[in-house]
């Protein structure tokens, strides 16, 4: 099971980015998958997932309203589009795949002017 994200970067606030997984080993389209953040000095927060049936999706309220999950069969990618981004989102954020325990090595999001 591995999972790489990309798509990370420096944005101003107001800006969008799209961050994508990519998973080997398993997938996607058959488990649960999560998005996680971990910003700077504080506890990993969970900030997106999507079910195993890609009907369901949860988000932090922090991000509701402007964060979308979803997922590429086809590619076996789960993808975060983050819109109208913040300061306070800057963060690492993480691919993650509950069943399994995994995680990736986690894509840099900045947001700053």
């Known amino acids: 099971v591995q999972l790489v994200e990309s798509g990370g970067g420096l944005v101003q606030p107001g800006g969008s980015l799209t961050l994508s997984c990519a998973a080997s080993?398993?997938?996607?389209?058959?488990?649960?998958m999560n998005w996680v953040r971990q910003l700077p000095g504080k506890e990993r927060e969970l900030v997106a997932q999507?079910?195993?049936?890609?009907?369901?999706?949860n988000y932090a309220d922090s991000v509701k309203g402007r964060f979308t999950i979803s997922r590429d069969k086809a590619k076996n990618t789960v993808t975060l589009q983050m819109n109208n981004l913040r300061p306070a989102d800057t963060a690492v954020y993480y691919c993650?795949?509950?069943?399994?325990?995994?995680w990736g090595q986690g894509t840099q999001v900045t947001v700053s002017s």
């Open positions: 993650a795949v509950p069943f399994f325990g995994s």
């Open positions: 080993g398993f997938t996607v389209s058959e488990y649960d």
């Open positions: 999507i079910d195993i049936h890609g009907i369901d999706t």
